[in-house]
């Protein structure tokens, strides 16, 4: 496994930050870390880089110990924390060359290395200004950049795309997901659109625990408890026939003339209202099954 989380517990004075979770990464996964606010998703990342050190258990990446080898540990990865640290009156390639030669990175393969990744982060027309000239979303290519010039096998990102515009977010998903191709990808996010884009699998932490660690079909056929299904009519028609449909547990109006049809998991209802429909001379304009989104997921595993 490129990263294992085991038994990992930190505690701040009386709070659990982080309270006995363990999971696996394998190599060329990217793993969706997933939370609300205050859950320990920053805790973890924090150890796993050896910022911070474990109250019990540890972190294993490609093998290193964090707390017995965290040199090692940071050899092997890139990190990008929320708030990217960078040295805002550097020029961008000047910047990357310093990152390189504090990873003994120098002369012509630090040369080399930075004009990679100046490339793969999209920023051959920047890297002559300085970084406080930059946008937002230019500054996170340069975090990324920074995270990557020492080749580490396991990238760690804390919120890459907070505060970023609409075209700058799908750009730096894209990037995301290119790099996703070689290396082993660890990142924590609140928007689940990219985490049905780009994740291959999510693990969900809530007050410290574990509450999910699953590929996110799996997540979403698991969690799904119930059936919703929209059926949208030309009319108004009785509610009362819909409700007893055998699998029917709950009939609303969703809007005008749509209803929404709650039913058991294992039930299919489609046929039942087709018939009724027939049988009852009411023109059917739609049906469709609503599928269980991963926000809803997240919110009835986090609601506590």
Known sequence: MS????????????????????????????????????????TTMKI?????????????????????????????????????PLYLDMYVHEYLQFVAS????NGRKANERVQEMVELCGLTLEQGKKIGALSKGYRQRVGLAQALVHDPQVLILDEPTTGLDPNQIVEIRSLIKRIGQDKTVIFSTHIMQEVAAICDRVV???RGKLVADS????????????????????????????QSINGVQNVSLA???TYRITSSR?????????????ERNWPLVGLRQEENSLEKIFQELTKN
């Open 102 to 105: 504090v990873y003994g990175l």
């Open 215 to 242: 590929d996110v079909a799996s997540l979403q056929a698991s969690e799904r408890g119930e059936k919703v299904t929209l059926v949208e009519f030309e009319q108004a028609v009785e509610v009362e026939l819909l």
């Open 204 to 206: 969900i932490i809530n």
């Open 48 to 84: 796993a880089t050896c910022f911070l050190p474990p109250t019990s258990g540890t972190i294993l990446v490609n093998g290193y110990d964090v707390v017995r080898e965290p040199m090692a540990v940071r050899r092997n990865v890139g990190y990008l924390p929320e708030h990217n």
């Open 266 to 278: 294992d039930a299919d209802v489609r046929s039942a209202i087709f018939r009724i429909a027939a």
């Open 3 to 42: 990263v294992e989380v085991k038994n990992l517990t930190k505690i701040f004075g009386a709070q659990r930050a982080v309270d006995d979770i363990s999971f696996t990464v394998a190599q060329g996964q990217i793993l969706g870390f997933l939370g609300p606010n205050g859950a320990g998703k920053s």
């Open 255 to 257: 809007q005008g003339h």
